[in-house]
Structure formats: C-alpha cells, structure tokens
C-alpha cells in the first residue's frame, strides 16, 4: 500500500498507494487512492472515467 525498499532498486521505485516523504516520514495520497476507495466501496470494477 505505501512505497518501501526495494532490493534491486532500494527507494527509486514509487507504486504505492501512498507516497512516502523519507525525511519527514509523511504518507501522500496518490490520485488512485480515491479509484480504489471507489472499487472497495462498490466492491466492483468501476472506469477510472467515473470518478
């Protein structure tokens, strides 16, 4: 769900669903945070369109 080390890459690679700021350890909602909300709340596949 949040971005974390990877050994081949250690902190490149971002595709969480939470950014995370490694200096003030903040977690950031990317846009498909609110898709995935949507999906959860309708337990379906939903067009990301119809957001």
Do not use: H
């Not at 669903?17 to 959860?40: E, G």
Request: aromatic share 14%; with cysteine; hydrophobic share 35%.
């Amino acid at each position: 769900m949040i971005d974390n080390y990877e050994w081949a890459r250690g902190f490149k690679m971002r595709f969480g669903l939470y950014r995370v700021d490694y200096q003030t350890k903040r977690r950031i909602p990317t846009k498909a945070v609110k898709l995935y909300s949507k999906i959860c709340e309708r337990n379906a596949l939903i067009s990301p369109t119809s957001i």
